[in-house]
């Protein structure tokens, strides 16, 4: 069955510092991948995805994510995190076939001043 | 314009009541769904539906009865309310209902059963 994992259930940097956001997942096709980014008492919004093509890919707000096959990871950076960087954090594949997207756990990041 | 929207944005409610959920959304979508997120933050897919017809059902109870009487709307009604059904609800829609299309969520409905 398809699953995605995020390891880190809570995560604390300072204001500017880098971030790194773990995510892995289960898949036996080739996945589409998102992350999501979830604002207090907001709706989820997009991120960035990886259908195919560069590995690397660029989002909105700074965000960029790598994604390595061999490791089955997608995991999102970004290189100065700030104060409103602070959210809760979702990674997702979108299962072909089934047509839907199933999600990780969530990563809450808090940004220390 | 919001693009997907959902009322009301609060729900409090006594167990055993019954109560619906609404959604929208102007985005010209053909594919909206139901989530449910936990108090754990876990979100999982209740249903989708596709220019008003069920595609997806993932083993809602069937106190749970999704309604779309056009592709731009979405209702949620939920029979005799339990404890458990206390979540956050979050409709989303999508152009299409494949895999590597970006899901547009609305702020989602806090439920609360007492």
């Known amino acids: 069955a398809q699953s995605v994992t995020q390891p880190d259930i809570h995560i604390t940097v300072s204001e500017g510092a880098s971030l790194e956001l773990r995510c892995n997942y289960s898949y036996g096709a080739t996945p589409y991948l998102f992350w999501y980014v979830q604002s207090p008492g907001q709706g989820l919004q997009l991120l960035l995805k990886y259908f195919s093509g560069d590995t690397l890919v660029q989002g909105i707000k700074g965000f960029e994510a790598e994604f390595k096959r061999s490791q089955s990871s997608f995991n999102l950076r970004k290189p100065s995190v700030h104060w409103s960087d602070a959210a809760e954090y979702f990674c997702?594949?979108?299962?072909?076939?089934?047509?839907?997207?199933?999600f990780g756990q969530g990563t809450r990041l808090t940004i220390n001043p | 314009d919001t693009a997907v929207s959902q009322t009301p944005k609060y729900l409090v409610t006594q167990m055993g009541n019954d109560k619906s959920i609404k959604c929208e959304q102007n985005?010209?979508?053909?594919?909206m769904y139901w989530y449910k997120q936990d108090s754990k933050k876990f979100l999982k897919i209740m249903f989708s539906?596709?220019?008003?017809?069920?595609?997806i059902n993932e083993t809602v109870p069937n106190r749970f009865s999704p309604k779309s009487p056009d592709k731009a709307h979405l209702n949620l009604h939920i029979n005799s309310l339990e404890l458990g059904d206390s979540a956050v609800y979050f409709c989303a829609s999508s152009p299409t209902p494949t895999a590597n299309t970006e899901a547009f969520f609305g702020q989602g409905t806090r439920l609360t059963v007492v």
């Open positions: 997702a594949v979108g299962v072909q076939g089934a047509q839907k997207l199933v």
């Open positions: 985005l010209g979508h053909d594919t």
């Open positions: 539906y596709n220019n008003k017809e069920l595609i």
